[in-house]
């Protein structure tokens, strides 16, 4: 399957994303349109802490209107290594610099409409330190258990697709 792009119009260019629509035609030659958001790759972060302890951040997203509790993450730097970019993230919203780093997996976030790309690390061997919050950010640190996920996930008190994905994973990996 397969669609080719015949022309772009871009609405909207930013520091952050873009916003296009592409006329497509498809495979079977009707043409049609799709509406992309360019998106630049990032990186999210679950700091474990032994015995049990997972650090999340707690912040007011805009475009729902109320605040989430989410695994730490950001925007990759034009030209910075995932990895860089993640220990970055770590240190400035959460204070914690951590010793040992596994790369978990690496997701697109929302393909049907936006191209990021995401690199989804887990943090350990914590060290704890000043945060470096971004001028507009606000963030609260939160501590949760392994056996908090699954209720915290069914109750709705964690909302984030990235977050549940990563919590999951950890709590697979931890457990075992």
């Given at each position: 399957m397969k669609e080719t792009t015949i022309k772009s119009e871009y609405y909207y260019k930013g520091t952050v994303l873009n916003v296009r629509?592409?006329?497509?035609?498809?495979?079977?030659?009707?043409?049609?349109?799709?509406?992309?958001v360019e998106?630049?790759?990032?990186v999210v972060v679950i700091?474990?802490?032994?015995?049990?302890?997972?650090?999340?951040?707690?912040?007011?997203?805009?475009?729902?209107?109320?605040?989430?509790l989410e695994a730490c993450a950001g925007i990759i730097d034009h030209g910075e290594d995932p990895l860089v970019a993640a220990k970055r993230?770590?240190?400035?919203?959460?204070?914690?610099?951590?010793k040992s780093w596994q790369l978990?997996?690496?997701?697109?976030?929302?393909?049907?409409?936006?191209e990021e790309y995401a690199y989804m690390y887990l943090a350990k061997d914590l060290t704890p330190?000043?945060?470096?919050?971004?001028h507009d950010e606000h963030i609260a640190l939160e501590t949760i258990t392994l056996d908090d996920i699954d209720?915290?996930?069914?109750?709705?008190?964690?909302?984030?697709?990235?977050t549940i994905l990563m919590?999951?994973?950890?709590?697979?990996?931890?457990?075992?």
């Open positions: 629509k592409d006329w497509v035609r498809l495979e079977d030659g009707r043409e049609s349109t799709r509406d992309i998106h630049s790759p990032c700091p474990f802490e032994k015995p049990n302890k997972i650090h999340l951040v707690r912040q007011f997203r805009k475009p729902i209107e109320k605040e989430l993230e770590l240190q400035e919203e959460t204070g914690y610099t951590a978990l997996t690496k997701a697109y976030s929302s393909p049907g409409f936006c330190g000043s945060t470096n919050f971004d209720h915290m996930i069914k109750t709705n008190q964690i909302e984030d697709t990235k919590l999951l994973m950890v709590k697979n990996i931890l457990k075992k």
